[in-house]
């Protein structure tokens, strides 16, 4: 991909606020996503980083603002813990990948290291080789845009290497990333831009590299000194 559709913004928000049962969540919240970008949506928990990844892909409805994005089959979405259906590894694959072939199916489970539980119960799978499901099932759709919340929460060092490595090839392929952590390390090792959310307000945005090394506003270098 080169600099210059880099450079291209594929979503956008602007003035987003998120109200439930009389609580503000989100508070004027505007934002732009540079296509084939990856961008890490930092911050402490309760901060409302899941509520705004959910937002942007039209998962909750907003009070006002509005967003401009890729139309919602080309975006994906893998959660913290997974969405797994009472059906073999198999059967959940081509369950969410239908457009898939058998054979193709099943090149995406051998990339997932989870060929030998093809046949299994896909909700017997440990939680890693769930979250690896659910990420390659993603990806085999080829969104322009995949939303991550915490894609290696309370995964091995194994497991972490492979969905980051997953995450790299997408993102050598053109997808948009978009996704929580709350490990400094893995957002220095992956991100290219940083939005830092405090409270439902969004705090600072900047480029990776700048953001770790000379944060601006002084909540994210309090943030910072604690991550």
Known sequence: MTSDARSEVILSAHGLELV????RLLHDISLDIRRGSITLVLGHNGAGKTLLLNAL???IDIQSGSIDAPPLPHQKMVFQKPIITRRTTRQHFQFICRDLDANEAGEWIKRAGIADRIDAPARALSGGEQQKLALVGALAAQPDILFLDEPTAHLDFAATKFVEGMIREAHE???TIVMTSHNRAQSERL???V???D??????????????????HPL???YLDHL
């Open 195 to 197: 939005l830092l959310l």
């Open 199 to 216: 409270g439902g307000r969004l705090v600072e945005a900047a480029p990776a590299d700048r953001f770790f090394s000379a944060p601006q």
């Open 220 to 222: 994210a270098k309090q």
């Open 173 to 175: 392929a053109g997808t």
């Open 20 to 23: 439930r049962e009389g609580v």
């Open 191 to 193: 991100g290219e831009d």
């Open 57 to 59: 892909h039209g998962l």
